[in-house]
């Protein structure tokens, strides 16, 4: 998807964001780029990129602490949900879908409403969320929601979609405010329960 | 998300933009179950290109989160919120308290004797953290 315009600020040097961004990422190219070492407006933008660095840090920290002896790869995956998380909200936000009444001029964009959703689903024990869309069925609303998750072997699949509804609309009615009129949630993996740290299966 | 087409550049009252702009940040930023205004990081990135078109640091016609446009003949301002919401407060209800809150901070805010100006306000929900 490309940036609109607005979301790729053009620097008073005249590069663009996302420009500095790549040649900075290339192995070699800062070194290669004399601007990109003296530009002091280059520098700053790449200094603040730096919070995007000190997050990855941070959530990394968090995760080896809290489950240490845990499998690398669940650990693995946490990781990555946690940083997708963040670039769903803040670099892709998606469209924006209204809340409440067309008097109410409010709007949620679909990453802050697909994360408020996946989080209602893995409340379950051994749901893993993975992707949501949230898609408008008509000019104004209701919204459909499409999820898929990977869940443990102990769940009966019917039971499970039930369950995920069932935290998904009262998610968008209680936490959200917006309504809901279809919810297809597609099971796409089954996962080994051994090794979770949370309670599997229906409760 | 209809908004007023019209003068959307702060050169006629830059001063006023600003006052604008701070009065309708500050109520966001105090409505309970905000989290902050628009998550930071693309905020923080665009904070190193300066947004300045002529007048001086007022002039600037947006800060963190808030945008504001106006529009003459007759007056009216039309404002944009992103914010993130805190999780445990629902979504909309934070949306109608920053509207209610923010209108009556922006309406002081250009309150001068006269006519007291149109005021709308979009808010949309970026995250809730």
Known sequence: MALAEDDDPTLPCGRTLSSVWSRAEEDEGAADDPHLAECPYCREALSRLGVLHRYVSETRQADEAESAGAHAERIAERFTARVMDLVRTELRPGRTLPLGEPDDDAWITEAAAAKAFRTAAERLPGVHAGSCRVTLTAPGGPVKVVMELAAGLTWPVPELAERVRRQIRSAAGDGVGMYVAEIDVRVVDLLDDTGDDKEEGPA | ?129
């Open chain 2, 1 to 129: 998300m209809s908004r007023p087409q019209g003068d959307q550049s702060p050169r006629h009252q830059p001063q006023q933009h600003a006052r604008v702009l701070k009065a309708a940040a500050e109520a966001a930023r105090e409505t309970p179950g905000v989290a902050f205004l628009r998550p930071g990081l693309g905020d923080l990135l665009r904070g190193a290109v300066p947004r300045r078109s002529g007048g001086g640091p007022a002039a600037d016609t947006r800060m963190t989160g808030v945008r504001a446009e106006r529009q003459d003949h007759p007056e009216r301002w039309h404002l944009r919120i992103h914010l993130a919401v805190r999780t445990g407060h629902r979504a909309l209800d934070v949306t109608r308290a920053v509207r209610a809150r923010t209108g009556t901070a922006v309406r002081e805010a250009l309150a001068d004797g006269g006519p007291a100006p149109a005021v709308s306000i979009t808010v949309t929900v970026t995250d809730i953290t």
